[in-house]
């Protein structure tokens, strides 16, 4: 089945730095990958999402790319600020059709004021 | 527009007591609908999906147990609780997309002690 590694686990940087957060998968059939964020004891909530079809996408200060060759995707949220600091979780879709989603183990982002 | 609910919020039970966790969701029909358990400080590990009423699939084997009585209705049980299911609870739902993955939605999930 798939298998999702991302790094770093922990991350810390400056308000108004950038912060960049990377997975890789392992299954070339996952064609959906989706990015959560979750702040403490709340729920994680979907802040962006890309699929295979597509090389990059961005919502404001958030960006995700997708290489498909190389097996991987990357998180990019510029202009930091401290209400960015929380947990993320990458994930890709399970084999086609199944509708699963495999976590990757979660970044601590930091954002020090 | 579609809502997910879960309940209790919080529980705490001595070891060897029975469970049942409840989800539903609403403003939607045919959902997927998962359960992941996340341990303090870690990731989310998938415990249960289903595609249907009735239609459960077990990712990891253990003491639990899940059940699709109804469309938009998802419960976690098990009938003795050990000291490794404390962990915080989540119930997710997606639209059922065929081949087109969709986005999985959280609920606010059950926080778990088990004593």
């Known amino acids: 089945g798939e298998n999702v590694e991302q790094h770093p686990s922990t991350l810390s940087v400056q308000e108004g730095d950038s912060a960049v957060i990377k997975c890789t998968y392992s299954?070339?059939?996952?064609?959906?990958f989706p990015w959560y964020k979750q702040e403490l004891g709340k729920r994680p909530q979907l802040i962006i999402d890309i699929r295979s079809n597509v090389g990059e996408k961005k919502d404001q200060r958030i960006a995700v790319t997708l290489n498909k060759t190389a097996k991987h995707f990357s998180l990019h949220i510029t202009e930091t600020q401290p209400e960015d600091s929380a947990v993320y979780f990458c994930?890709?879709?399970?084999?086609?059709?199944?509708?699963?989603?495999?976590f990757g183990k979660g970044t601590k982002l930091t954002v020090n004021p | 527009s579609q809502t997910i609910h879960q309940w209790p919020a919080t529980l705490v039970q001595p070891v060897g007591s029975p469970l049942s966790l409840e989800c539903t969701v609403e403003?939607?029909?045919?959902?997927?609908l998962y359960w992941y358990r996340q341990a303090a400080g870690r990731g989310l590990q998938l415990l249960f999906y289903?595609?249907?009423?009735?239609?459960i699939s077990s990712e990891v084997p253990q003491n639990l147990s899940a059940s699709r009585p109804q469309d938009r209705q998802f419960i976690l049980s098990s009938k003795k609780l050990l000291l490794s299911d404390s962990g915080f609870y989540l119930c997710a739902w997606t639209t059922r997309g065929g081949f087109s993955n969709q986005p999985q939605h959280f609920g606010d999930g059950t926080r778990l002690s088990i004593l």
């Open positions: 994930a890709a879709s399970d084999k086609g059709g199944s509708e699963k989603l495999v």
């Open positions: 299954d070339s059939a996952s064609n959906y």
């Open positions: 403003g939607t029909s045919n959902p997927n």
């Open positions: 289903s595609v249907g009423i009735g239609q």
